[in-house]
């Protein structure tokens, strides 16, 4: 990890998680999660939608020497030296060191890191990895609360509940919101390379070689009535939890975040449906939801946490779909901004045309293939476009439109004329594709 630029403090903090959790000038417990805090009562917010670059980064380091247990470093300023109601960029790197760590994964624990935030009274947070988004309560502010407080509630709560971790590090970098050159550095330099050399192992596994999925609860304090169902073709939709982080993180604590599904026949190989998903998924929602297709955004759709990536939508003149990412704030060709588009979209309850995925969904053999695949996508926004391009196929990446070629469903079918786009003379049936 590249060095963040001037220190402001560094601190060295209590090991024992019983002391860490000690004198602090808030609460901690699973009562204070879920809890929305609005602008009127923020004090702070570091990443969310106002900010360009914000993660949390979590690594094991084998080295076990080089780590200072209990310690901190903060680079920029603390929570008492920055502007009321202000935004600011930020990373957050947590080194972990042990005997079996093998039993756990980093990016298990990227998903429980988020909880742990959360968990403290007056925090809000949001989303996980690159998406983070948090926000402290005036309340707590008063109160003193201080980056050194943060420290010592992640660290005890870490100790606490895996006591295989023996050592902890972390390091804080707080950047403007307005220029993140730092942040965006270490983000596109560092956290990405890192999560993408995680994913290099996991997607050599294909659904066809494995006997069972998993069903992942992580969400479950904001969406109770909904589980990502996690195969080796198809991610949470958080872009975090893959097949072999769940088969671990089960084996660990099967009670935790994650249940098993036996696979049962194969309904329709095309669509990726299978019997034990629709008899597990129908049981966990009480039949809200009783049919998922996996490699679908039309027909039986996966729902999603709001801890979506990207998020597919039908465009209904063109019968094909367009993708945004998340933080997207333009326009889109249904002539609507992308905003009202993820405020239509229903996450816990199946919306035929809409579904939330992973960004390795793209590089996936059989991304939505029930939908006729990358043949149907029409629409990206251009930051996506640009960060998944080595997956668009070839002959496809400049015949799929952007927000620069098209913001009407007129354009797009201009720009699918002129670019001769497969649909200009094809259509999806849904099991083959046709000449029109």
């Known amino acids: 990890m590249v060095e963040f630029g001037k220190l402001n403090k560094a601190l060295k903090l209590p090991t024992n998680p019983k002391e860490l ?76 060191s042990g005997l079996n760590l093998d039993k756990i994964t980093p990016a298990i624990l990227e998903g429980i890191i988020s909880h742990f935030h959360d968990f403290i009274e007056g925090v809000m947070h949001l989303n996980m990895r690159n998406l983070i988004w948090i926000r402290i309560h005036k309340s707590i502010a008063k109160k003193g609360i201080r980056i050194e407080h943060l420290a010592r509630a992640l660290m005890g709560q870490l100790k606490a509940n895996f006591p295989q971790i023996e050592k902890i590090e972390i390091k804080f970098l707080i950047d403007s919101a307005q220029n993140p050159n730092k942040t965006l550095r270490i983000l596109k330099d560092d956290c990405f390379y890192i999560w993408e050399q995680r994913n290099i192992e996991a997607l050599e596994l294909n659904d066809d070689e494995v006997d069972k999925f998993y069903g992942c609860t992580g969400c479950k304090y904001y969406c109770p009535n909904h589980a990502c169902i996690i195969t080796p073709n198809n991610y949470g939709t958080c872009g975090v939890i893959n097949w072999k982080d769940a088969d671990i993180s089960y084996k660990l604590s099967p009670k935790q975040y994650f249940f098993e599904i036996p696979k049962g026949d194969i309904l329709n190989n095309l669509y990726g449906s299978y019997s034990g998903i629709n008899q597990k998924i129908s049981k966990f929602t009480s039949k809200t939801v009783e049919r998922i297709n996996l490699y679908s955004a039309i027909k039986d759709p996966q729902t999603s ?132």
């Open 21 to 96: 959790l000690e004198g602090l000038p808030f609460n901690i417990g699973e009562q204070w999660s879920g809890k929305t805090i609005r602008n009127k009562d923020m004090y702070v917010e570091f990443g969310g939608p106002r900010v360009k670059a914000a993660a949390e980064l979590i690594e094991f380091n084998e080295e076990d020497k080089n780590l200072e247990d209990g310690k901190i470093e903060l680079w920029g300023p603390d929570i008492d030296e920055i502007d009321e109601g202000a935004s600011y960029s930020f990373i957050e790197t947590i080194m972990l």
């Open 305 to 436: 946490c709001r801890y979506f990536e990207a998020l597919i939508f039908q465009i209904p003149e063109v019968d094909a779909l367009g993708i945004a990412d998340y933080y997207y704030k333009g326009e889109t060709p249904l002539e609507i901004n992308f905003s009202t588009v993820n405020k239509i979209y229903n996450r816990t309850n199946q919306s035929p045309g809409y579904r939330g995925i992973a960004l390795t969904t793209f590089r996936d053999k059989k991304f939505m293939q029930g939908d006729g695949g990358w043949k149907r996508i029409v629409w990206m926004n251009k930051n996506l476009k640009e960060r998944i391009a080595k997956w668009i196929p070839d002959e496809l990446k400049d015949k799929i439109a952007t927000e620069e070629n098209a913001l009407s469903a007129k354009k797009l079918i201009e720009f699918i004329d002129t670019q001769d786009h497969p649909l200009k003379k094809e259509y999806w049936n849904g099991t083959t594709w046709n000449l029109k």
